[in-house]
């Protein structure tokens, strides 16, 4: 029989200064396409799908999702490391068909030094698939732009609990508009690769992240989790 279809990411790498950099964005398609386990609708090219009017066309059939990776001079060593967000959604479920990931050049070496080029990548490419980025069209952040929010996703919750938390998963509450109501509260999870602040050593992606996406619409395997 033929082989089941699973999720299936795109790349378009741009500006990347070297090998390892561009590995790093291929081992974060490689483990995202690991946890999100079923297929979502081949999505044919049509007029607006890139994330940049001046980008190149994506594919003439984007299956499952297609994420343009552009390395840049953003604001120098040690400032925003990187950024980025689904660009189109589908119109039957709301899952992102197009995205895009901007990492600073002036970051990249250093980053590699310590090791944690991998995990910012995959912390950026996991918000494109809708991680933070789609809380709130989805209906599972609660207390947005208070002092407590809240992820109320069954499917993270139950995670949470299970690794001994109480309530639901709290939201970061603090930082700018890039990081409160769409990340992991720091203060919380401390390490774990959702917060919205990179931590030296290891930064886990936990089973509550893996699940969350589940809380999405994506079906996952929590196996793949750290």
């Not at 930064?203 to 750290?226: C, F, H, Q």
Request: with cysteine; glycine share 14%; proline share 6%.
């Amino acid at each position: 029989p033929p082989k089941p279809r699973t999720y299936n990411i795109t790349l378009r790498i741009t500006g990347s200064p070297n090998g390892t950099a561009t590995r790093a964005v291929r081992d974060g398609e490689h483990r995202l396409e690991g946890i999100i386990t079923t297929d979502v609708s081949d999505i044919q090219r049509t007029a607006g799908l890139q994330c940049d009017s001046g980008d190149p066309n994506p594919p003439a059939t984007i299956d499952d999702l297609y994420i343009d990776v552009k390395f840049v001079n953003d604001d120098g060593p040690a400032g925003t490391l990187a950024a980025a967000g689904p660009c189109v959604t589908r119109t039957s479920n709301g899952l992102p068909v197009t995205g895009t990931v901007l990492i600073d050049k002036a970051d990249v070496p250093a980053m590699i030094r310590n090791g944690s080029l991998d995990e910012t990548v995959l912390h950026e490419m996991t918000h494109v698939v809708g991680f933070g980025t789609l809380w709130r069209r989805k209906g599972v952040l609660q207390g947005a732009g208070g002092s407590n929010p809240r992820f109320s996703g069954n499917k993270a919750n139950s995670a949470w609990r299970a690794l001994g938390g109480t309530g639901s998963v709290p939201v970061e509450n603090s930082g700018g508009g890039g990081t409160r109501d769409g990340h992991w509260r720091e203060s919380v999870l401390k390490s774990e690769l959702m917060t919205g602040y990179a931590n030296s050593g290891f930064n886990p992606m936990s089973t509550v992240s893996v699940a969350s996406l589940g809380d999405l619409g994506y079906r996952v395997n929590l196996a793949k989790a750290d």
